[in-house]
């Protein structure tokens, strides 16, 4: 039984992330999820999830869940069963994602500050701790262990797997921005939607809320999110991207130059 789900309007709504008219676009099972791209059967739970599509920004989001509380989250989706849809959480993706960050700053480990917000167990920070980084301070206010957020500025941000899980996005980001140092980076990981999303719709793969994918960005909306800071982005890929204000003195080389 899934309880204080919100109830559907098919007036448009504000969109969450530019306040354009964000229209009803598509409905899924609660319990589809990411998992069935790995050829995992979704065993439907009758209980229907409303999508929303801006039609400025094209961010895609459910409102289903915006009356939920923290509890209500943790009762329904990040329960005993979340692993299963999503089993690379406890620690294949920190480690892999410890390695690339030792890589790319190993050699300035001194001087970086790092913040993993919505880091979860603290796998990613406790990698790079034993890699030789001085500061790695996991922030989540899902977990109980790490919901103080602290109040010092940090020279790399990352958030992994976090933006598309967040009723409120905006204030999420919103949130980053206040962590990251004048000169700081925000390394993070979301997918955004594919070029062909208009045929494909709903039926796809990152479109899952029994894995908390609530909030999926289009390219525009990401950009609308971050720039709303001041900030602007590189992507690496459909799902890396670096945010930056003012690039910090050993990078200033790669400013563009207008
Ligand atoms: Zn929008």
């Known amino acids: 039984m899934i309880e204080s789900l ?7 709504s504000p969109c969450k992330i530019c306040s354009g008219p964000a229209q009803l676009y598509g409905v899924v099972d ?9 050829g995992r059967r979704m065993v439907l739970s009758g209980v229907p999830i409303y999508y929303r599509r ?21 009762a329904h989706i990040y329960n005993d ?8 959480y406890r620690s294949v993706r920190p480690n892999a994602n410890a390695e690339a960050v030792a890589r790319l700053w190993g050699e300035r480990k001194e001087q970086m500050r790092v913040l993993d917000y919505g880091g979860g167990n603290d796998a990613f920070c406790a990698a790079l701790r034993t890699a030789g980084f001085p500061v790695a301070v996991t922030y989540d206010p899902m977990v109980t262990q790490y919901v103080q957020r602290p109040e010092e500025k940090f020279d790399l941000v990352t958030c992994f797997e976090t933006l598309e899980h967040l009723p409120d996005p905006a204030a999420g980001v919103a949130a980053i921005h206040e962590c990251v140092a004048d000169q700081g980076l925000v390394l993070f990981t979301t997918y ?5 999303f208009d045929q494909i719709g709903l039926g796809w793969w990152y479109v899952g809320p029994r894995n908390g994918h609530i909030s999926i960005f289009s390219r525009p909306a990401l950009a609308s999110a971050f720039g709303q ?14 945010a930056y204000r003012n690039l910090p003195p050993y990078l200033s080389h790669l400013q563009i130059r207008k």
């Open 30 to 38: 609660f319990h589809k999820s990411c998992d069935e791209a790995r």
């Open 6 to 12: 919100k109830p559907v309007s098919v007036a448009p």
């Open 229 to 242: 800071h001041g900030y602007k982005l590189v992507s690496f890929s459909d799902n890396i991207h670096l």
């Open 192 to 196: 955004l939607q594919p070029a062909e």
């Open 81 to 88: 069963e979340y692993e299963k849809v999503d089993p690379d």
């Open 54 to 74: 801006c039609t400025a920004c094209k961010f895609l989001y459910t409102d289903a869940f915006d009356d939920w509380s923290i509890e209500q989250f943790k």
